[in-house]
């Protein structure tokens, strides 16, 4: 068995088929900050762990800048897990403006959504 590293992204903490996307967008609510949209919704797992999706369309860029775009999301979701709350399913979907985004303005904005979801779950 292998050990699980405390800052790994398997996929039991991914969103991966398009019917859980559709629930948290038909049905979550929705925080916005800088170049980034969250949308979330608490998902009642047994497990209790927080579940995040990406979503970053071709307008944000061609596959080059989309992927750049995705690897920051997942980064910051990845290194900073531990400070949002536990069992949500959010969607990150970036907006046009991630593509010139430089880092900070992706720390800000992901501590803006986190500020956001502490204080509408307080734990």
Same mark, same amino acid.
């Given at each position: 068995?292998?050990?699980?590293?405390?800052?790994?992204?398997?996929?039991?903490?991914?969103? %991966?088929?398009? /019917? *859980?996307?559709?629930?948290?967008?038909?049905?979550?609510?929705?925080?916005?900050? &800088?170049? @980034? +949209?969250?949308?979330?919704?608490?998902?009642?797992?047994?497990?209790?762990?927080?579940?995040?999706?990406?979503?970053?369309?071709?307008?944000?860029?061609?596959?080059?800048?989309?992927?750049?775009?995705? %690897?920051?999301? /997942? *980064?910051?979701?990845?290194?900073?897990?531990?400070?949002?709350?536990?069992?949500? &399913?959010? @969607? +990150?979907?970036?907006?046009?403006?991630?593509?010139?985004?430089?880092?900070?303005?992706?720390?800000?904005?992901?501590?803006?959504?986190?500020?956001?979801?502490?204080?509408?779950?307080?734990?």
């Amino acid at each position: 068995m292998a050990t699980r590293r405390p800052n790994a992204f398997p996929k039991s903490l991914r969103l %991966r088929s398009r /019917r *859980e996307f559709l629930i948290v967008q038909d049905t979550g609510a929705k925080v916005t900050a &800088d170049c @980034v +949209l969250a949308l979330f919704k608490p998902n009642g797992r047994p497990d209790c762990e927080t579940r995040v999706g990406l979503t970053v369309s071709s307008k944000v860029g061609n596959a080059v800048v989309r992927n750049r775009v995705r %690897r920051k999301l /997942r *980064e910051l979701f990845r290194t900073r897990r531990s400070e949002l709350p536990r069992g949500l &399913d959010m @969607v +990150l979907i970036a907006r046009n403006s991630a593509a010139t985004a430089e880092w900070p303005v992706f720390v800000r904005a992901f501590e803006r959504v986190v500020a956001e979801l502490k204080r509408r779950f307080p734990s």
